[in-house]
């Protein structure tokens, strides 16, 4: 869902900033250009911003107004969900989805996410040889967020090493939903450095207090159950999903 970011390779997001800097500069910041990327099933927009001193930055801007109906998600839900992915991630301790805000823009309110340098060249498939644990933990995070569109193109290198997952819109629904093109590890044991991350996250889950609360206003409270049902699943069964237990979004790439 969406279009891919579409740069050659200079770095992570807001490389150049700190966290809280960069978190400042995409809520409070001034739109100062706004292009619209060609291909996506949604208005997806490149957007330019500028802040009070001077700093800048990229952004991947999805107006909730120019997010197409779809039958079994609700409608104008798909940013909400952008954010959410990001707040799961973080709550998770996984550096996985770039920084994502839901604030006002040229085209209405929509999700505001942290534009990746990368080379369109390389995704999941030419990665994932290098990057197997990345990938691993990329599955088990669409597994918790059940996201029904990872494609290949989804998955991004930046040129500081790290992998990034984008494009979050359909996510959260409370039916099964993963489609994903990271099939290679089916049926095998997940890493116990993965398993702790969930582990730990579950009491996070289950006082949702903190920055996880915001979840709260993101997803409806039945999208919020499935979500802990799926955690209590991972942890009961420990392996990877089998192939017929999900299935692949198209295009694949």
Not at 86 to 104: K, N, S
Not at 146 to 162: P, V
Not at 170 to 185: E, G, N, Q, S, Y
């Amino acid at each position: 869902m969406g279009t891919k970011h579409s740069r050659e390779s200079t770095g992570g997001p807001g490389r150049h900033l700190s966290a809280k800097a960069l978190s400042s500069l995409l809520e409070h910041g001034r739109i100062t250009s706004c292009d619209l990327l060609p291909g996506g099933s949604n208005y997806v927009f490149v957007a330019q911003v500028l802040g009070e001193n001077g700093e800048a930055c990229r952004a991947i801007y999805k107006p909730r107004d120019g997010e197409n109906p779809l039958w079994d998600f609700p409608s104008g839900s798909l940013c909400l969900r952008e954010r959410a992915a990001y707040v799961l991630a973080q709550a998770l301790g996984w550096r996985l989805v770039p920084l994502t805000i839901v604030r006002g823009g040229p085209h209405g309110v929509g999700s505001m996410q942290a534009f990746v340098d990368h080379d369109p060249r390389r995704h999941y498939f030419t990665l994932r040889d290098e990057h197997p644990l990345e990938f691993q933990r990329m599955f088990v995070f669409d597994w918790l967020a059940n996201n029904a569109d990872r494609k290949a193109s989804h998955c991004l290198l930046s040129s500081d090493g790290a992998i990034w997952g984008i494009d979050h819109g359909l996510t959260f629904h409370v039916a099964p939903k993963l489609r994903t093109v990271i099939w290679d590890f089916a049926g095998l044991p997940i890493p116990a450095p993965i398993l702790t991350d969930v582990e730990q996250f579950v009491p996070k889950l289950e006082a949702l207090e903190g920055p996880i609360a915001e979840l709260c206003t993101l997803l409806r409270s039945d999208e919020l159950a499935a979500l802990k049902q799926r955690l209590e699943v991972i942890l009961t069964r420990r392996r990877f999903l089998d192939v017929h237990e999900g299935g692949v979004p198209w295009p694949w790439l």
